[in-house]
Structure formats: C-alpha cells, structure tokens
Nanobody, 116 residues
Framework: QVQLVESGGGLVQAGGSLRLSCAASGSIFSINAMGWYRQAPGKQRELVATITVGGSTNYADSVKGRFAISGDSAKNTVYLQMNSLKPEDTAVYYC??????????WGKGTLVTVSS
C-alpha cells in the first residue's frame, strides 16, 4: 500500500505563490512516477504536472512557466511550487502515485483558492 498526504494549500491573492507538498509512505519503491492533478468545481480532474523517478518532468500548457514540480527522494516527498497564481488555478489539488503493475494511489487533496 502507498499512502499520500498533501499539504500547503490555502488562500492567496492573484499573483501570489504557494508550495504544495505530498509525502509518500508505504511501498514507495513501487512508484514509477508522481504527479499533481487538480479539479475545479463542476469540471473534470486534469493533469497539472508529473515527475518520473528519474527526474523527467511534464507540465500542462496552462501552468508552464509558472509552476515547478520537484522531488526529494530522501524525504519521499514531491513538491509543486506555484507562482504567479491566477483565479483560474482555484481547485482541489491531488497528489498521484503511478505504479505500472498496480492501481494508482491518490491523496485526499488540498484546496487552493486564488482571489482576484
């Protein structure tokens, strides 16, 4: 089993910054990649950013140049640094762990609210 716990969400004004953290525990060696997804009210969950165990990253076009995903293997933690936040970034942000041979794991989410 893999457990994921997100933290760092909150209320911020447009143009501000937040850093989200996702701490993984359990069978962490089975994880091939991790990512951040978000879901706004009334919308489907969407990919924000991913990072592989080798350090390769990918971003949604909507966040390129503003967000940065990183990982600290020693702490079993992945981060999402969010800068220049916009009201449209408001959503519940979920941490995901991808395991090729089994089901994905998800955290419970952390709410990010960006005010105008």
């Amino acid at each position: 089993q893999v457990q994921l716990v997100e933290s760092g969400g909150g209320l911020v004004q447009a143009g501000g910054s937040l850093r989200l953290s996702c701490a993984a525990s359990g069978s962490i060696f089975s994880i091939n990649a991790m990512g951040w997804y978000r879901q706004a009210p009334g919308k489907q969950r969407e990919l924000v950013a991913t990072i592989t165990v080798g350090g390769s990253t990918n971003y949604a076009d909507s966040v390129k140049g503003r967000f940065a995903i990183s990982g600290d293997s020693a702490k079993n933690t992945v981060y999402l640094q969010m800068n220049s936040l916009k009201p449209e970034d408001t959503a519940v942000y979920y941490c995901n762990a991808y395991i090729p041979t089994g089901p994905d794991y998800w955290g419970k989410g952390t709410l990010v609210t960006v005010s105008s």
